[in-house]
């Protein structure tokens, strides 16, 4: 087998399949078909003389010769995707970029107003997309170009470039005047006493629950809703209480209305932070919201 027999869309087939290990999220991360994927891979496996993958547990595992492929190819993509790019400029007051990012609802809520004031002063012609997804997609994506960045409290997001930008605690808010807040105490006499609340829990945010969890608490949820921008009118007309981060619940309290406990919660602590596909990194339009998005929130 010679270079000049392998076509550059087979290899882009074949560093998908391996990254998401299955052909069909492959076909939908390169916008092909699945017949199209399938075919490729097909002509890949008679240049190469190697299956490249296998079925198993609804979707494929890679061959000894697929995994020795694979930081090479991945390698040469992005080798090339940079020198395509390197010339490229971007300017801010002329681009009519889309850049589509991963962010929660709480992390619009937090983040995009401001994010949004900037653009219209430096940018006014650059959209964003916010799009949810999987954590476990979100390197491959990242990978892809489906999504530029990733903006967020992301643990198990592992394989990116990053950032960090804010450190921030988990806390407690009630409605103003709670009977809960009124009696004052701390350490372990106050994490004993949250027994007495009753709480409202996000699905979509699986650290609060685990740490209801942790406290032996889920006897006490009330309500679980899928978003956390739903809390403040559920929590300001109610006794419920809701696990949330500082910064956020600093927002809903400067309006009034709202009472903040801090006390020694498991996993109280987080970071925010910005994920990016190395892939990515020096182009131009990318390094230009990185450093848009580091000035405005990195502490």
Known sequence: MHIKDID????????AVYRT????????????????????????????????????GGGVQPTPKADR?????RSALGLLEEALNESAQFEPLQSRKVFRIHMSDIGEGRFLPDLMVALRRQAPGVRLETL????????????????????GFLPTVKDTQRVQLIKDRYVVLLRAGHPFAAKKRSGPALLKDLRQLEFVAVRT???????????QLEDRMRLTTEHF????????????????????ALTFASDGGYTLIEPALPLRDFTVALHWSKRFESDPGNQWLRGLIEGLFKE
């Open 8 to 15: 550059l869309n087979l290899l882009r087939v074949f560093d």
């Open 21 to 56: 290990r299955n052909v069909s999220r492959a076909a939908e991360l390169l916008d092909l078909t699945q017949p199209a994927a399938s075919q490729a891979l097909t002509r890949l496996r008679l240049l190469i003389q190697d299956p490249l993958f296998v079925r198993a």
């Open 69 to 73: 492929l694979a930081d090479a190819v």
């Open 132 to 151: 949810p997804v999987p954590r476990s997609e979100i390197p491959p994506l990242l990978d892809s170009g489906r999504i530029d960045f990733a903006f």
């Open 205 to 215: 945010h699986s650290d609060t629950l685990r740490i209801l969890e942790m406290l």
């Open 229 to 248: 921008m739903v809390l403040p009118a559920i929590v300001r007309a109610t006794d419920l209480a809701v696990v949330m981060p500082r910064n956020i």
